[in-house]
């Protein structure tokens, strides 16, 4: 699988991928791994954590 380096990309086109992320994350049926694949970015760029886990609540 051919994957996108996020940091080269544009601000608004980082924003769209992030939401897009987002979005994903919120269903709750997918994985890292299957959201990497979907949005085309490496797992590590797709492993966005909710505001409340990065509060430490």
């Known amino acids: 699988m051919k994957t996108t380096d996020a940091r080269k990309l ?5 924003y769209e991928l992030r939401k897009q992320v ?3 994350k919120e269903k709750g049926e997918l994985d890292n791994q ?3 694949e979907i949005v085309g970015l490496c797992q590590r760029q797709s ?3 909710p505001p409340y886990r990065l509060i430490g609540n």
Do not use: C, G, P, W
């Open 10 to 14: 544009n601000q608004e086109t980082q």
């Open 34 to 36: 299957a959201i990497s």
């Open 47 to 49: 492993k966005i954590d």
């Open 22 to 24: 987002v979005r994903l």
